[in-house]
Nanobody, 114 residues
Framework: QVRLVESGGGLVQPGGSLRLSCAVS????????MGWYRQAPGKERELVAR???????DYQDAVKGRFTVSRDNAKKTVDLQMNNLKPDDTADYLC????????WGQGTQVTVSS
């Protein structure tokens, strides 16, 4: 079965950086899109960034210029480099992979606080 495992979350001060990684196992096929969503307490899950198999990307306006999404199809990984983090970035970050249906990881917590 397909399994997505995130790593790299934690506590960081405003202005700091974190890199999230997601490794996919249990499948040999290539996903059409891979990316990251986040969900803060009391809020709906929202797209942060995703990268399509052709290399094109989508970013939420609030993270443009600060976050960069990348993927390695051979390793079946998708990463999210987050720079200049802000308290509003605090959330549970979930890895997503899409091929006809969505697959989700368990999430990794990112807390931005001084």
């Amino acid at each position: 079965q397909v399994r997505l495992v995130e790593s790299g979350g934690g506590l960081v001060q405003p202005g700091g950086s974190l890199r999230l990684s997601c490794a996919v196992s249990g499948t040999s096929f290539t996903f059409s899109a891979m990316g990251w969503y986040r969900q803060a307490p009391g809020k709906e899950r929202e797209l942060v960034a995703r990268i399509w198999n052709d290399g094109s990307t989508d970013y939420q306006d609030a993270v443009k210029g600060r976050f960069t999404v990348s993927r390695d199809n051979a390793k079946k990984t998708v990463d999210l480099q987050m720079n200049n983090l802000k308290p509003d970035d605090t959330a549970d970050y979930l890895c997503n992979a899409h091929r006809f249906i969505d697959y989700w990881g368990q999430g990794t917590q990112v807390t931005v606080s001084s």
